[in-house]
């Protein structure tokens, strides 16, 4: 097991919302693939982001508690972790995990 220092901590958590923006670059190099592919028929694009392109994207979107994502999405977990990692540093006050 490693043991990280706050500093890695807080660079790992960097890095987490740097592979978040990756993903949602991705996601739509993915849309802009499908429309052009699906020009003739529309509904394989339309298919797609009814069932997995929206879901996929709101549950890593910024915003929070959304009416088409999910009750926890990414930035929720982020700023989860960011406060757990404030609390094992003796910064934040009561430090117990909110089950």
């Not at 802009?32 to 069932?51: F, M, P, Q, V």
């Not at 994502?69 to 989860?80: I, L, P, W």
Request: glycine content about 4%; proline content about 1%; charged content about 35%.
């Amino acid at each position: 097991m490693i043991i990280l220092d706050k500093e890695d901590k807080v660079l790992a958590v960097n890095r987490l919302e740097e592979l978040r923006d990756n993903i949602l670059g991705q996601l739509e190099e993915m849309k802009d693939l499908i429309t052009e592919l699906s020009r003739e028929n529309h509904l394989i694009w339309e298919r797609a982001r009814s069932y997995w392109h929206t879901s996929i994207t709101n549950n890593l979107a910024e915003e929070s508690g959304s009416f088409l994502g999910c009750m926890v999405n990414f930035s929720d977990t982020v700023k989860e972790l960011r406060e757990h990692i404030a609390c094992e540093e003796g910064e934040e006050e009561p430090c117990q995990d909110k089950k």
